[in-house]
């Protein structure tokens, strides 16, 4: 009887302690009803050069976003309306960042051409794609990145692009 109650504790305990798919895991997706509708930031539209690929871990490796074949010079675009959060550089690093409410796209590296404050609409250009800190280099391609909250999203989602499915454990380690 006891050892019963003691496997029945210790289920519930891991239970409450492990988390779920959605509640906040570096791979947790928005519903597909749920993605706004949004435009390419690069026109036209660009080549894939390295796809999304969301780390297992919160700080863990991969790649948190898209990046797309451009140009030097080419204007960047929002892909969704919104606010202007960031617009300078981080490490060096030229970023863009546009808030949408719930979720935020970022774009790197690029020179703004908006400033903190500033509200954009879907395609307006945020600044120019440059070459310093690309993916690409010595090529310049747009790296792409969409966020809800701390949760990496498949930028591609954006425009409609086919994402493959990818199937989750129940629970994470």
Avoid: N
């Avoid at 305990?13 to 930031?41: E, S, Y």
């Avoid at 790649?63 to 010079?73: E, I, K, T």
């Amino acid at each position: 009887m006891v050892r019963i109650r003691l496997v029945i504790l210790v289920a519930a305990i891991l239970v409450a302690v492990t988390p779920h798919p959605g509640a906040g895991g570096a791979r947790a997706a928005l519903p597909a009803a749920a993605d706004p509708v949004g435009t390419w930031p690069l026109a036209p539209e660009p080549a894939l050069v390295r796809a999304f690929d969301p780390p297992e871990l919160v700080y863990g490796s991969g790649h948190r976003g898209v990046d797309l074949l451009g140009s030097p010079a080419q204007p960047v675009r929002a892909a969704l309306p919104g606010l202007v959060t960031f617009a300078g550089s981080i490490g060096g690093k030229r970023v863009v960042v546009v808030d949408h409410g719930e979720t935020r796209t970022t774009y790197e590296p690029v020179a703004a051409s908006v400033r903190p404050g500033d509200v954009v609409r879907a395609g307006e250009r945020v600044g120019w794609l440059v070459v310093p800190f690309s993916h690409c280099y010595p090529a310049a391609c747009l790296h792409w990145g969409w966020r809800r909250g701390k949760v990496y999203l498949d930028p591609l989602r954006l425009v409609g692009e086919d994402v493959p499915v990818r199937l989750l454990p129940l629970w994470r380690r």
